[in-house]
């Protein structure tokens, strides 16, 4: 099939784009034509919480794609449904995950249907995790124009049916662990590059910080770690999308400086492996979820992760199996958690289980969803 996927890739940065391109390529791998349409303006540099949009360097397997789409500009929709007008693909692919853009893609899509090019969408979020007014009504635009979905979990699949027809067709698939961070490092050297003692128990919380994701609730359970492993550091990497100075208060009142390497800033694709080698755990306190792309990075560096229940993250991450799952802002039962990792020896047994996890799971069953939606 020629097939046109709509939706952030190189340069533009960040797991919405890696999932897109890294479905370009199951896809092109499975013989169909691929390429992707994208933005010239992915968000109003006013309305955008870090400090770049880009990627510092370009993929190993860059995806062909056109720059057509500013997200406050209509005019720009009108001329990038055109171009997919003149491109006639057999399907066109939607990447949504918040609803700010569903204006622009619910509108390329109504032009595209009304010339009987089907349209497909991606969900990772049917709503977002910080809702505001007027979400329900701006992701109904979008769904209300596909002819289908490929969920990337349950929750995601029952906020669709909630929001639009049962009729429409639907494949839930597994988030993909990802794999274009490549191989990882020796522990030894990545924890040399972090400044890490070769020795230290390492947790990391990895991705841009907002509330949803509980940094707070990590860093208020790292005292209680501390009295049974006091050699534990936390690494946080990652940019910060809302006020950083009360989180560096906390660290610095609970005495946590020693203790806490914080990177607050995007970690370009290049350093990933860096910080996944280095840690022996990767801990996600979340207070909501769906799904989680930072999970899926963990298990392709074979890490376990620590994770509460919320959304689908339990369902991802198999308790005992591929690591531990502990009530959500419960900092003493996230403390236990970490600790029985390490002094009970859970570190090889969930490791096996991680590669288990991951084997069940691959980028061929998104393409393979994608080519049933459109029989």
């Known amino acids: 099939m020629r097939i046109i996927l709509v939706g952030p890739v190189y340069p533009y940065r960040g797991g919405i784009a890696h999932f897109t391109e890294a479905t370009a390529h199951a896809l092109k791998d499975r013989g169909h034509d691929v390429t992707a349409l994208t933005f010239t303006r992915q968000y109003p540099r006013r309305l955008f919480p870090g400090r770049s949009q880009l990627e ?19 005019l720009s929709w009108f001329r990038a449904a055109q171009h997919l007008i003149r491109e006639a693909p057999d399907v066109v692919l939607f990447q949504h995950w918040m609803p700010f853009f569903a204006p622009a893609f619910g509108t390329i899509a109504r032009l595209l249907r009304a010339q009987g090019i089907r349209c497909l969408a991606v969900v990772h979020n049917a709503l977002p995790h910080e809702r505001r007014l007027g979400d329900i009504a701006l992701s109904r635009y979008l769904f209300n124009a596909c002819d289908g979905f490929v969920a990337l979990s349950r929750m995601v699949a029952n906020d669709l049916r909630r929001l639009t027809s049962y009729r429409v067709p639907m494949q839930q698939v597994a988030h993909p662990p990802y794999h274009q961070f490549g191989d990882g490092l020796d522990a030894a050297e990545a924890r040399h590059r972090l400044n890490l003692p070769s020795d230290a128990q390492v947790l990391l919380f990895f991705g841009f910080v907002r509330a949803y994701k509980g940094l ?36 610095r009142a ?31 306190p979340y207070r909501s979820a769906t799904q989680s792309g930072v999970a899926q990075v963990a298990f392709h560096f074979e890490k376990p992760v620590i994770t509460t229940d919320v959304g689908e993250l339990a369902a991802e991450v198999p308790d005992e199996e591929a690591g531990f799952v502990v009530p959500p802002e419960d900092p003493a039962e996230l403390a236990a958690a970490v600790v029985r990792f390490f002094e009970k020896g859970w570190a090889e047994r969930l490791e096996d289980g991680v590669r288990r996890t991951r084997q069940r799971h691959g980028w061929d069953k998104v393409a393979t969803a994608v080519e049933r939606l459109v029989r």
Not at 56 to 74: A, E, F, K, T
Not at 229 to 239: R, S, T, Y
């Open 254 to 284: 609970q005495g946590l400086t020693d203790y806490v390497v914080l990177h607050a800033h995007y970690i370009p694709t290049e350093s990933v492996p860096t910080y996944f080698s280095a840690a022996d755990v990767v801990v996600q």
């Open 56 to 74: 510092s360097r370009p993929p190993v397997r860059p995806v062909p794609s056109v720059r057509l789409i500013d997200s406050i500009n209509p």
């Open 216 to 251: 707070d609730v990590l860093l208020e359970a790292l005292p209680h770690i501390r009295e049974y492993l006091p050699k534990v550091h936390l690494v946080i990497a990652g940019e910060f999308y809302e006020e950083e100075e009360p989180y560096r208060e906390l660290i």
